[in-house]
């Protein structure tokens, strides 16, 4: 009920009138019946944007994060993210992956649509990334058509930098249902996963207009993140240099007092010894 009078009434009317959002394709996404919509992620308002400009609802996995923050604004994040049919997913592999699987499989079952991020994570520079196989597991195991989507230009919403998104427009292409029923009944393996993701992944590219990079979004952020780190001080070397630069400023003494002195070899006298 919520989720409908945030759409209509409360936030969506003030969403299109702030990023008059455009879309195309939205007759490829099933009037009924489980659908997956995997789609690019480059910003938090991806989850907003594609719900808004669905004709039905859509439940996303969201990174549990959003669900166990502290304090007031951790409670607001949680019902926000709880009343919008948001579900908490753990990337963190094991168990928890898992128990995030089951959720999007529930979901699935009951004849609902699941928005699902394949590359994992937001991407870090607006290319699209190396798709996860968990989206392969919840087709395979649900046998659900695949709506890929493209989300145009959140990328541009918020700069580094900046605090508030500006106010530009923004798209979503739904692009042709993909069927995998193809699969059906053969033994599952990781070459089948990896064709599977694959598969979506292209026609996500295609419908984007993205550079692919067949690396891991969290790969790529995680370099980014340790080459902006500072370096730590090594104080063996910093005392190294600290001794070699009174070692220095001792002979640039020395040599200052020879010359006072006048015991400071000629020029001519120097280069006749060098000739020598």
Known sequence: MFYWFLKRVLAGPILRILFRPWVRGV????????????????????????????????????KKDYFTGRGIKGAVTRWFFKLNNQLPMDRGGGSGSQASLESGLKVLREGNSLGIYPEGTRSPDGKLYRGRTGIARLVLESGAPVVPVAIIGTDKLQPAGRLVPKL???????????????????PVDRFMLRSVTDEIMYEIMRLSGQEY????????????????KPKKADPEKDAAKGR???????????????CADGNEPESGSESQSTSA
């Open 168 to 186: 530009r427009r923004v798209g979503v292409v739904f692009g042709t249902p993909m069927d995998f029923s193809k699969y059906s009944g053969l």
């Open 27 to 62: 007759d490829n996404l099933p009037a009924e019946g489980p659908a997956i919509i995997a789609g690019n992620h480059n910003h938090f308002m991806d989850s907003i944007f594609v719900p808004l400009l669905a004709p039905r609802p859509v439940v996303y996995l969201a």
């Open 213 to 228: 990079v067949d690396t891991y979004a969290s790969t790529v952020k995680t370099k980014l993140l340790t080459s902006a």
């Open 244 to 258: 070699d630069a009174a070692k220095d400023k001792g002979k640039d003494a020395a040599r200052s007092q020879n």
